[in-house]
Every structure is written in C-alpha cells, then in structure tokens.
C-alpha cells in the first residue's frame, strides 16, 4: 500500500544528521511522499534545495502563526517572490493559520491569514491551514477567500466543524490525534465524514502516537495511523489507503 505524509515537518533538526536514512526508512513501509509545510522566511529558500535531493519530497510556502511574530516587514512580498520562483514540488500555500494559544493579538494573524489566502488565489494553489481552537474563525476568512481546495492539518473538532471544511472543499488532515481514546471527539468526526474529505499525515516530528509519547514522530508511523483510520471507519484497510491516494493527489494535483 502507497501512502502520502500530507503534514511532514522534514526539514526539522529531528531528522538530521541522515535525513536520507530517515526518508529511506519511511518509504520501506510504504509512505512514498511528503509535503513539508513552510513555516517561516528562513526555511523558504532551503525547501526547494531540500526536495530537489530527495524524489518524492514536495514542500509548501507559507508563515506559520507561530513564527508570524520574528518575521520581517516584507515578509508578503518575500513569499509572493518564492512563489514566484518555485518549482513544480511547490503544491500548496501554508502552513497559515490562527492559533488562540498565543499572546500575538488575532488581530495581526487574521491579516496574516488573509494575506496568505490572497496568495493562494493568486497562485491557484491550495492551502494548509493551521487552526488551533479557532475553526469557526478560520472558516469566516475562508468564506470570504474561496481557495482552491486545502488541508486543515492535526483537526481536532466536531462533526459539524470539519462537515463545514469539506463543504467549502477543504480536507481534514487525520494524524496521530484519532490513536488516543480519550479524543473522542475527533475520532468521530473522521469516522462519519465522506472518505474523499481526508488525507493522512503525521506532523512529524511532532503529534507522536499513543503508545510513543515523549519520542520524536516520524512519517514511518504513518501506516498506524491508517490502520487506526480503518478501524474507526469499520473498512478495508488497502481499499481505504488506495482512496487516501486518490484524495490527496486530487488535493495536491499530484499526477504519478
């Protein structure tokens, strides 16, 4: 079975110093690509660098909430000049998003956000959205910023929250969260949810699994993760993983 990392921070110092080992691993267990998500200005040059060493490597650019507070005062015109210049591994705008954890005002990450999603329009390029206790926030500013398509990554949410996502044509990113009993909540949203509204993914080296807390994750757990997916959903494990494929090169517009 052929399986996509959809949120796979690669490029992180838990991969190093053989990031080439680490890739081999992964795909020995069948996970034969991964989207690294753009975080901040300093990664955006190194992702293409990174991707072009490794086949099957394909990056986003993008200005995570988290790093939005050490970025410059050209930080738009930054990323609208790598989006100019990327390659054809350059799939999504991301990772963007709003966070309620932080200090930083919403105010700044809903212009943020909304820079980010004018990008995405531009480019016609889908987005990867973090949304960290402000789904409904979040899906005001997709309202209002059509996309083409995207990932909300590491969703934790109700039924109806991630139902709203794929109506405006955005998948759920369906990681290690749903191997924990007590997120209930969550596992029954991607339990009931159409299959063609998901997409597998990691967050590697974050997000670890039950069972491998306190360890770095990595994208070789993502086949737990799948076998997790199929028995919530009560189906065939190589027919689900053959349909993930099939979402996330609709997603991605992967076409091998």
């Known amino acids: 079975m052929l399986m996509t990392d ?3 921070h690669f490029d992180f110092a838990a991969f190093e110093p053989d990031r080439a080992q680490h890739w081999r691993r992964a795909q020995l267990v069948g996970v034969h690509r991964l989207v ?3 975080i901040e200005e300093a990664q955006w040059p190194d992702l293409p660098l990174l991707c072009a060493a490794h086949p099957g490597l394909y990056y986003a650019l ?3 909430p988290w790093w939005l507070a050490r970025a410059s005062t050209a930080w738009q015109s930054t990323l609208a000049k790598a989006l100019d210049n990327a390659d054809n591994r350059c799939v999504a705008v991301g990772e963007m998003g709003l966070d309620r954890s932080l200090t930083l005002a919403p105010d700044i990450q809903e212009t943020a956000l909304i820079a980010q999603l004018e ?3 531009q480019y016609q390029l889908p987005v990867i959205l973090h949304s960290h206790g402000t789904h409904d926030r979040v899906l005001k500013w997709l309202r209002r910023y059509p996309v083409k398509g995207g ?3 590491g969703f934790s949410g109700s039924v109806q929250q991630a139902e709203t996502f794929w109506m405006l044509g955005i998948h759920i990113g369906v990681g290690g969260t749903i191997t924990y009993d007590r997120a209930n909540k969550t596992r029954q949203a991607v339990a009931a949810l159409p299959v063609e509204a998901l997409v597998l993914e990691t967050d590697a080296p974050d997000m670890p699994l039950c069972g491998f807390q306190g360890q770095p994750n990595h994208p ?5 993760v799948l076998t997790a997916l199929a ?3 009560q189906q065939d494990e190589a027919l689900l993983a053959e349909q993930l494929e099939s979402n996330v090169n609709q997603l991605f517009d992967f076409s091998e």
């Not at 070789?220 to 737990?224: F, G, I, N, T, V």
């Open 231 to 233: 028995e919530l959903r």
């Open 119 to 121: 990008l995405a329009i």
């Open 220 to 224: 070789a757990q993502l086949p737990r």
């Open 62 to 64: 993008g200005l995570h």
């Open 151 to 153: 990932v909300v990554h």
């Open 36 to 38: 690294i998500p753009g």
């Open 6 to 8: 959809s949120h796979c």
